[in-house]
């Protein structure tokens, strides 16, 4: 009978302190790594890790023409907007603070056809608001953000309304967010 032999796990000197400095440096960079302070998101919001808390005031609307809804849906979604891309929470008097108005609300006729008729209408929503970062104050900002939508003047407003404003309010709070928490 033949006799056979295996050798399993043998390694040369050289080979075992490769292994062992490999290990050394992960280590080394885990301990460095866990060491930092580092603040992240998915959203791409770079909040310093000091600021825990946010408050949000109730946004009236000062516009000439009021919509009942706007100031209430906008205030909401602000709110459900920091809710879902931070883990700040929410008090009175928070680490940074938004307060501010709805400035406008308002139509205006765009291209005109050969018949003296407008083909399109731009519906625009303004609004101001108030940054605090009470840690950072250069963070701190007071701007106007103002978005529309354009729709077919063979329509009502009544009749695209709801779609529109839900439509420049999502516009408005990604701009209102990016200002705030990713620095743009």
Do not use: H
Request: proline letters at 2%; hydrophobic letters at 40%.
């Amino acid at each position: 009978m033949r006799r056979q032999t295996i050798i399993v796990g043998i390694r040369t000197k050289d080979q075992y302190w490769e292994r062992c400095i490999g290990l050394m440096l992960v280590f080394v960079l885990g301990f460095f790594i866990e060491g930092c302070k580092m603040s992240y998101s998915f959203s791409g919001a770079s909040i310093s890790p000091e600021v825990k808390s946010v408050s949000v005031k109730y946004f009236p609307n000062r516009a000439r023409i009021v919509n009942p809804a706007l100031s209430q849906e906008f205030t909401d979604a602000l709110m459900d907007k920091i809710k879902g891309q931070t883990n700040l929470f929410f008090i009175d008097d928070g680490d940074v603070s938004f307060e501010g108005e709805i400035t406008d609300y308002k139509t205006s006729y765009l291209a005109v056809t050969g018949d003296d008729r407008s083909a399109m209408t731009r519906f625009t929503i303004s609004i101001k608001v108030r940054f605090v970062n009470n840690i950072d104050e250069d963070q701190d900002f007071d701007q106007v953000f103002t978005r529309y939508k354009d729709y077919d003047s063979t329509k009502d407003l009544s009749e695209v309304e709801d779609v529109l404003v839900e439509a420049i309010i999502e516009d408005v709070i990604e701009d209102v967010f990016n200002r705030a928490f990713v620095n743009w």
